[in-house]
T-cell receptor
Framework: DTAVSQTPKYLVTQMGNDKSIKCEQN?????MYWYKQDSKKFLKIMFS???????INETVPNRFSPKSPDKAHLNLHINSLELGDSAVYFC???????????FGEGSWLTVV | AQTVTQSQPEMSVQEAETVTLSCTYD???????LFWYKQPPSRQMILVIR??????QNATENRFSVNFQKAAKSFSLKISDSQLGDAAMYFC???????????????FGDGTTLTVKP
């Protein structure tokens, strides 16, 4: 079974649309993250949740809204998509502070 | 805020040779964790090796080992007997230990692309 799974893996959509990426982890971790990897492959944290509570919210446009219904799930909703949102979005999870972060396989978002 | 610097955007190594990837970081914390992740073209992020700052002994995982210099804030990755499958982008990462500091926020370097020549 995949430890951190995210869907969809590939997503092509038009500018202005709203889309969601779902993430689930079956590792029993209490902390989940969303990272964005741009075309230059720079990896930047977007959000972090700990036991469903938002802990980290980096400088991300408010068109991006994470939602954590329970500590095993962290979804990412994006409104009014722009060309610059095209990237690979990684969901990740970890148990507590300091422990290894486990990544999902990434969701490739292309905005046309 | 912590920063992680990988000064080598690209590196290459001959198959079966040894290569060292550099990483330096800046922090005011005394307790933290350091990681190296490998990202092949598939974009999957794979943990290579992990080092706890309170441990003086350098971590090793088969052909992968680190040279951790806490005072110098340096954390280099050595790959011995390089294989074609080692070709990937490698990210150095810092993670705070304190649960009271942004729930263990991680900071990643910009990555080093490693090419392995046959």
């Amino acid at each position: 079974d995949t430890a951190v799974s995210q869907t969809p893996k590939y997503l092509v959509t038009q500018m202005g649309n709203d889309k969601s990426i779902k993430c689930e982890q079956n590792l029993g971790h209490d902390t989940m993250y969303w990272y964005k990897q741009d075309s230059k492959k720079f990896l930047k944290i977007m959000f972090s949740y700990n036991n469903k509570e938002l802990i980290i919210n980096e400088t991300v446009p408010n068109r991006f809204s994470p939602k954590s219904p329970d500590k095993a799930h962290l979804n990412l909703h994006i409104n009014s998509l722009e060309l610059g949102d095209s990237a690979v979005y990684f969901c990740a999870s970890a148990r507590g502070a300091g422990n290894t972060i486990y990544f999902g396989e990434g969701s490739w978002l292309t905005v046309v | 805020a912590q920063t992680v610097t990988q000064s080598q955007p690209e590196m290459s190594v001959q198959e079966a040779e040894t290569v060292t990837l550099s990483c330096t970081y800046d922090t005011s914390e005394s307790d933290y964790y350091l990681f190296w992740y490998k990202q092949p073209p598939s974009r999957q992020m794979i943990l290579v090796i992990r080092q706890e700052a309170y441990k003086q002994q350098n971590a090793t995982e088969n052909r992968f080992s680190v040279n951790f210099q806490k005072a110098a804030k340096s954390f280099s990755l050595k790959i011995s007997d390089s294989q074609l499958g080692d070709a990937a982008m490698y990210f150095c990462a810092y993670r705070t230990h304190s649960r009271f500091t942004n729930a263990g926020k991680s900071t990643f370097g910009d990555g080093t692309t490693l090419t392995v020549k046959p």
